[in-house]
Nanobody, 116 residues
């Protein structure tokens, strides 16, 4: 069974950086769209950034200029580089990707905590 595996979350001071990674476990099928979402306690899950197979990216206004979504097609991996982190970025971050023949898959989530 194919699963998306995220890594890179953690605890960081305000102003710091983290890089999240997302890849399908045990699978090399092509990944189309990759999206990063987050859900803070008591809030709905929201889209943070999305990147197409061709590399076209879009961002939530709250992260523009601070976060960068990217992908390495050779490694079948997506990334979310998060700079200038703020306490309000604290959330569980989820990766979602459209995997060939498997459709839209979600990762288990990785916790990002930013303290001031």
């Amino acid at each position: 069974q194919v699963q998306l595996v995220e890594s890179g979350g953690g605890l960081v001071q305000s102003g710091g950086s983290l890089r999240l990674s997302c890849a399908p476990s045990g699978n090399t099928n092509r990944i189309d769209r990759i999206g990063w979402y987050r859900q803070a306690p008591g809030k709905q899950r929201e889209l943070v950034a999305v990147i197409s197979s061709g590399g076209s990216a879009n961002y939530a206004d709250s992260v523009k200029g601070r976060f960068t979504i990217s992908r390495d097609n050779a490694k079948n991996t997506g990334y979310l580089q998060m700079n200038s982190l703020k306490p309000e970025d604290t959330a569980v971050y989820y990766c979602s990707a459209n995997v060939l023949y498997y459709g839209d898959l979600w990762g288990q989530g990785t916790q990002v905590t930013v303290y001031s």
